[in-house]
Antibody, heavy 114, light 112 residues
Framework: QVQLKESGPGLVQPSQTLSLTCTVS????????VIWVRQPPGKGLEWMGV???????NYNSALKSRLSISRDTSKSQVYLKMNSLQTEDTATYYC????????WGQGVMVTVSS | DIVMTQGVLPNPVPSGESASITCRSS???????????LNWFLQRPGQSPQLLTY???TRASGVSDRFSGSGSGTYFTLKISRVRAEDAGVYYC?????????FGSGTKLEIK
């Protein structure tokens, strides 16, 4: 069955770089896109970006200068890297399949703090 | 960016009653293929969002027919018939018509 699982550090220091991995199963990254969405504690959802099945990417313009999404299809993994983290980047980070968002991971909580 | 504006529900809603959640977009979500690129999600407390409908009115796999999406190019409604305790949570609309994809701020549904 289709599954996505996010992994990464729970704590990142301000100004450092966040690196997250989304490991998928049950579908091919060459056929489906994967999106990243984040949610600050007690707040709403923010779309961050997408990597398509052909490898092309689109980013939220508000994050574009700091954000990079890549993948390794042989490992069924999608990567998110975001630099210059600030406290306002504290959030639960989700990956989901395709821009429809028909399947989601359970999310990973990232706290930005010294 | 397309701004998505969601309405507020008169909570709590009695179990068995209907609830309608509204969402408005700052730009038409109808694409040249005739489809309306609007998704609805439910996020239960402590859980990931769950897709309810896409293309405005197509229910996702496994979603109860108590959920129905409707609307025009810029005004949308998610109707929940015969609400149950399991329907409680925050509902989000999302436009997938153009980048950046944007969500509404969410509408909380409480069940009595």
């Amino acid at each position: 069955q289709v599954q996505l699982k996010e992994s990464g550090p729970g704590l990142v220091q301000p100004s450092q770089t966040l690196s997250l991995t989304c490991t998928v199963s049950g579908f091919s990254l060459s056929s489906y896109g994967v999106i990243w969405v984040r949610q600050p504690p007690g707040k709403g959802l923010e779309w961050m970006g997408v990597i398509w099945g052909n490898g092309n990417t689109n980013y939220n313009s508000a994050l574009k200068s700091r954000l990079s999404i890549s993948r390794d299809t042989s490992k069924s993994q999608v990567y998110l890297k975001m630099n210059s983290l600030q406290t306002e980047d504290t959030a639960t980070y989700y990956c989901a399949r395709d821009q429809t968002g028909d399947y989601w991971g359970q999310g990973v909580m990232v706290t930005v703090s010294s | 960016d397309i701004v998505m504006t969601q309405g507020v529900l008169p909570n709590p809603v009695p179990s068995g009653e209907s609830a309608s959640i509204t969402c408005r977009s700052s730009k038409s979500l109808v694409y040249k293929d005739g489809k309306t690129y609007l998704n609805w999600f439910l996020q239960r407390p402590g859980q990931s969002p769950q897709l309810l409908t896409y293309w405005m009115s197509t229910r996702a796999s496994g979603v109860s027919d108590r959920f129905s999406g409707s609307g025009s190019g810029t005004y949308f409604t998610l109707k929940i018939s015969r609400v149950r305790a399991e329907d409680a949570g925050v509902y989000y609309c999302q436009q997938v018509r153009e980048y950046p994809l944007t969500f509404g701020s969410g509408t909380k549904l409480e069940i009595k």
